[in-house]
T-cell receptor, first 116, second 111 residues
Framework: GAVVSQHPSRVICKSGTSVKIECRSL??????MFWYRQFPKQSLMLMAT?????????EQGVEKDKFLINHASLTLSTLTVTSAHPEDSSFYIC????????????FGEGSWLTVV | QKEVEQDPGPLSVPEGAIVSLNCTYS??????FMWYRQYSRKGPELLMY????GNKEDGRFTAQVDKSSKYISLFIRDSQPSDSATYLC???????????FGRGTSLIVHP
């Protein structure tokens, strides 16, 4: 089946620094990728929708200057958390839409971010 | 009222039981319905994907969609301890593919 890879799976960074998370679709070209945030025992919270070659569409309440999203190719989207603070610590998950499989959406394995 | 309602559980069943997981929704524009399984500290894994009303079976899993009642179900037959996870329903409109997720139901299958 389709595979979406996310890297790193875990990252610890110091407060004030920036961290980049990569999301790759390994066996299909994803015109659209989505970034989610998930708190413990909570559902997925959509942060932004990323379309290849264009600016990301952010959900209400998500700071676009803090969560920078780049979708430079059909197989790669990146999320950069800038000037991270402890409250940014969370589980970040990307997903990608496969247009050749009925627009099915596949998820990455997720990335645990801890800001200390 | 949320667009998608899902009981968070936990739902605890003995091994071998038939499990029924459900979601209700309010938006009649939803056309695509999905079920994902999420193990702790992992990304969701797609289990079932259906379009419009009807049933779909895949191994021990059966997905049902009743658009007239705005109700979808996932049945798991012969449940196993390895099925213990959170199950998320998701649905999307025909013309827009951003899925709306339920909050997930925690399932515990005990030996």
């Amino acid at each position: 089946g389709a595979v979406v890879s996310q890297h790193p799976s875990r990252v610890i960074c110091k407060s004030g620094t920036s961290v980049k998370i990569e999301c790759r679709s390994l066996d299909f070209q994803a015109t659209t990728m989505f970034w989610y945030r998930q708190f413990p025992k909570q559902s997925l919270m959509l942060m932004a929708t990323s379309n290849e070659g264009s600016k990301a569409t952010y959900e209400q309440g998500v700071e676009k200057d803090k969560f920078l999203i780049n979708h430079a190719s059909l197989t790669l989207s990146t999320l950069t958390v800038t000037s991270a603070h402890p409250e940014d610590s969370s589980f970040y998950i990307c997903s990608a839409r496969d247009p050749d499989r009925g627009n099915t959406i596949y998820f990455g394995e997720g990335s645990w971010l801890t800001v200390v | 009222q949320k667009e998608v309602e899902q009981d968070p559980g936990p739902l605890s069943v003995p091994e071998g039981a038939i499990v029924s997981l459900n979601c209700t929704y309010s938006n009649s524009a939803f056309q695509y319905f999905m079920w994902y399984r999420q193990y702790s500290r992992k990304g969701p894994e797609l289990l079932m994907y259906t379009y419009s009303s009807g049933n779909k079976e895949d191994g021990r899993f059966t997905a049902q969609v009743d658009k007239s009642s705005k109700y979808i179900s996932l049945f798991i037959r012969d449940s196993q301890p390895s099925d213990s996870a959170t199950y998320l329903c998701a649905m999307s409109r025909g013309g827009s593919y951003i899925p709306t997720f339920g909050r997930g139901t925690s399932l515990i299958v005990h030996p």
